[in-house]
Nanobody, 124 residues
Framework: QVQLEESGGGLVQAGGSLRLSCAASGRDVSKYVLAWFRQAPGMEREFVAAVGRDGGGPTLLATSVKGRFDISRDDAKNTVYLQMSRLVPEDTALYYC????????????????WGQGTRVTVSS
């Protein structure tokens, strides 16, 4: 099991950028898929992005963020990043880092390790 801790959230104006980081600890972190989810007030938690295991491999981005967000991982630092640009108020949410063994899935129920979340607020 891995432990996850997010950082990098904050308040940003529409059109701005932020980079979220998620530090992972535990055994064999490189063997885990690492993903980002977000949850806006009153909404369900939704998939944002995921990156495959063992140095990266495939990445998957939600349609709503494709072309604006990018996910990457640095296994030397056991860290996954979410680079967010051209932010819009609809991106306002609590962003969670998640991990699972094996392949990428988009359902939150498929992930068994979660961080506490970092808040992103985009002002118009």
């Amino acid at each position: 099991q891995v432990q996850l801790e997010e950082s990098g959230g904050g308040l940003v104006q529409a059109g701005g950028s932020l980079r979220l980081s998620c530090a992972a600890s535990g055994r064999d972190v490189s063997k885990y898929v690492l993903a980002w989810f977000r949850q806006a007030p009153g909404m369900e938690r939704e998939f944002v992005a995921a990156v495959g295991r063992d140095g990266g491999g495939p990445t998957l981005l939600a349609t709503s963020v494709k072309g604006r967000f990018d996910i990457s991982r640095d296994d030397a630092k056991n860290t996954v990043y979410l680079q967010m640009s051209r932010l819009v108020p609809e991106d306002t949410a609590l962003y969670y880092c998640a991990a699972r063994y094996s392949y990428i899935v988009t359902a939150s129920s498929g992930y068994n390790a979660w961080g506490q979340g970092t808040r992103v607020t985009v002002s118009s």
